[in-house]
């Protein structure tokens, strides 16, 4: 089947000209006179491509490609414009137009233009199309870690058990615990969440089951709390691990009482609410420490789903690198659709400490900067430092290879020992075999914050 252009004109002269140049390079052309005439023919059939004039009685060029980017996203506009006009089509090419070719035109640059904005088409219709196992549960990834944990989602999607995601920052906790909820009979109920790492510990309890008018001052009405606003649906309990210990046996009461009590109040509230909680926190270290109470911990971890770190599933990364690709390219109405191989080559090759997050990052700052279609790699500066020393041992030299790694192992076990012992650094000293002070000096060095003991 042939590509359908529209072409839109108040010009018949031009109308006419560019049907019969397309029609001769192979395209089935229709024409509109207006962006009225343009959005009704939009409407009644598909379009690969739209040809539209700037200055327009009625509905103008600018009208139509706003109308375009809300109701039919991602189907590229080019615009013609007058030479008195041209600032005009470079504002629109920051509102998303394809391309702009100026009057008169020349027909070399317009199949130019037009052999363009249909391959960007076509890249961009083809990753939003999403062909071939990329992933489930709305989620991205084939690797054999991937498909455990898609595999433990099936089971207890719609159930009312507790599950307990663990992963890193950044592995897409919260993802999970929305694709648990949207495929359980609870979809069409509320889904809740709450950080418990940003909420004052004073104010906590309040939050999480309500209080009643005058149970403090500033409770000048009721409110009800997040497991009743999450009542018959799902509530999420991010970072779990900072729930102080007080609310922590309250939060463990309304587990297994099923019912809760306003903060004032004089009576039990009994609540349907599926709890999920989350944590980037090894609750089991947390649990040996006295941080965390052992019977919340077995409360919470019936169902434990533990998400992969990027760095373990590796050739996840084009599939994520092409899903933020589409994301940003609509978002920031740019048209990157090709990443070349050594860009492609770094970012499987980078260890991604902050997992999915900071690629999403990596991604969207690529697109924003990127020129013309390409993803180039010198706008990678995060994916760059690390992965020179992993591609480029020769060139750098074995022992500056081996200090690197060196050095990101001696953080990452630092890291882990600190969060073992509650940040507490004589302890994590002391489960390191090495003194205070050169742990203190390790801190310094590696950029980590001491936290008060």
């Given at each position: 089947?042939?590509?359908?252009?529209?072409?839109?004109?108040?010009?018949?002269?031009?109308?006419?000209?560019?049907?019969?140049?397309?029609?001769?390079?192979?395209?089935?052309?229709?024409?509109?006179?207006?962006?009225?005439?343009?959005?009704?023919?939009?409407?009644?059939?598909?379009?690969?491509?739209?040809?539209?004039?700037?200055?327009?009685?009625?509905?103008?060029?600018?009208?139509?490609?706003?109308?375009?980017?809300?109701?039919?996203?991602?189907?590229?506009?080019?615009?013609?414009?007058?030479?008195?006009?041209?600032?005009?089509?470079?504002?629109?090419?920051?509102?998303?137009?394809?391309?702009?070719?100026?009057?008169?035109?020349?027909?070399?640059?317009?199949?130019?233009?037009?052999?363009?904005?249909?391959?960007?088409?076509?890249?961009?219709?083809?990753?939003?199309?999403?062909?071939?196992?990329?992933?489930?549960?709305?989620?991205?990834?084939?690797?054999?870690?991937?498909?455990?944990?898609?595999?433990?989602?099936?089971?207890?999607?719609?159930?009312?058990?507790?599950?307990?995601?663990?992963?890193?920052?950044?592995?897409?906790?919260?993802?999970?615990?929305?694709?648990?909820?949207?495929?359980?009979?609870?979809?069409?109920?509320?889904?809740?969440?709450?950080?418990?790492?940003?909420?004052?510990?004073?104010?906590?309890?309040?939050?999480?089951?309500?209080?009643?008018?005058?149970?403090?001052?500033?409770?000048?009405?009721?409110?009800?709390?997040?497991?009743?606003?999450?009542?018959?649906?799902?509530?999420?309990?991010?970072?779990?691990?900072?729930?102080?210990?007080?609310?922590?046996?309250?939060?463990?009461?309304?587990?297994?009482?099923?019912?809760?009590?306003?903060?004032?109040?004089t009576r039990s509230i009994a609540i349907d609410t599926r709890v999920i909680a989350a944590t980037n926190i090894d609750l089991q270290a947390a649990v040996a420490s006295?941080?965390?109470?052992?019977?919340?911990?077995?409360?919470?971890?019936?169902?434990?789903?533990?998400?992969?770190?990027?760095?373990?599933?590796?050739?996840?990364?084009?599939?994520?690198?092409?899903?933020?690709?589409?994301?940003?390219?609509?978002?920031?109405?740019?048209?990157?659709?090709?990443?070349?191989?050594?860009?492609?080559?770094?970012?499987?090759?980078?260890?991604?400490?902050?997992?999915?997050?900071?690629?999403?990052?990596?991604?969207?700052?690529?697109?924003?900067?990127?020129?013309?279609?390409?993803?180039?790699?010198?706008?990678?500066?995060?994916?760059?430092?690390?992965?020179?020393?992993?591609?480029?041992?020769?060139?750098?030299?074995?022992?500056?290879?081996?200090?690197?790694?060196?050095?990101?192992?001696?953080?990452?076990?630092?890291?882990?020992?600190?969060?073992?012992?509650?940040?507490?650094?004589?302890?994590?000293?002391?489960?390191?075999?090495?003194?205070?002070?050169?742990?203190?000096?390790?801190?310094?060095?590696?950029?980590?914050?001491?936290?008060?003991?």
């Amino acid at each position: 089947m042939r590509p359908r252009i529209l072409v839109v004109d108040d010009e018949p002269s031009i109308r006419k000209v560019l049907q019969a140049h397309l029609s001769r390079d192979g395209f089935e052309v229709d024409a509109a006179c207006d962006g009225g005439e343009a959005t009704a023919a939009l409407s009644a059939k598909p379009y690969e491509l739209v040809i539209s004039d700037l200055k327009m009685p009625g509905i103008g060029g600018l009208e139509l490609l706003a109308w375009i980017r809300t109701e039919q996203p991602g189907l590229p506009v080019i615009l013609i414009t007058a030479h008195g006009t041209v600032d005009a089509a470079v504002e629109a090419l920051k509102l998303g137009a394809a391309d702009f070719i100026t009057k008169p035109f020349d027909l070399t640059e317009l199949r130019n233009a037009v052999e363009k904005a249909l391959r960007t088409e076509r890249a961009t219709r083809k990753t939003l199309a999403d062909p071939g196992p990329r992933g489930r549960f709305e989620l991205i990834g084939v690797t054999p870690s991937m498909q455990r944990v898609y595999s433990l989602l099936e089971k207890v999607a719609d159930s009312p058990t507790t599950v307990l995601i663990v992963g890193e920052s950044g592995t897409g906790k919260e993802l999970v615990a929305r694709a648990l909820h949207d495929h359980s009979s609870r979809k069409d109920a509320p889904f809740i969440t709450v950080n418990c790492g940003a909420i004052p510990e004073n104010l906590f309890e309040s939050e999480l089951f309500g209080h009643e008018r005058g149970a403090f001052t500033g409770a000048v009405t009721a409110k009800p709390g997040r497991f009743e606003l999450a009542d018959g649906g799902t509530l999420l309990l991010d970072e779990v691990a900072e729930l102080g210990r007080d609310m922590q046996v309250k939060l463990l009461r309304a587990l297994q009482e099923r019912r809760i009590d306003r903060v004032g109040g004089t009576r039990s509230i009994a609540i349907d609410t599926r709890v999920i909680a989350a944590t980037n926190i090894d609750l089991q270290a947390a649990v040996a420490s006295g941080r965390f109470r052992e019977d919340l911990y077995y409360r919470l971890n019936v169902i434990p789903i533990r998400l992969p770190a990027l760095r373990e599933r590796r050739e996840d990364i084009p599939l994520l690198v092409d899903h933020f690709l589409a994301r940003f390219n609509a978002r920031l109405g740019k048209r990157v659709t090709h990443v070349a191989e050594a860009a492609m080559a770094r970012l499987c090759a980078w260890h991604w400490p902050g997992n999915i997050r900071e690629l999403e990052n990596v991604v969207e700052r690529g697109v924003l900067l990127s020129e013309g279609d390409q993803f180039a790699d010198d706008v990678l500066p995060g994916a760059t430092e690390g992965v020179g020393a992993a591609e480029n041992a020769g060139e750098v030299g074995l022992k500056e290879y081996v200090r690197v790694h060196t050095a990101r192992l001696e953080r990452a076990l630092i890291l882990r020992s600190l969060e073992a012992e509650n940040g507490n650094v004589t302890r994590a000293a002391r489960r390191l075999d090495i003194s205070r002070k050169s742990l203190q000096l390790k801190m310094k060095e590696y950029q980590l914050r001491e936290d008060p003991e």
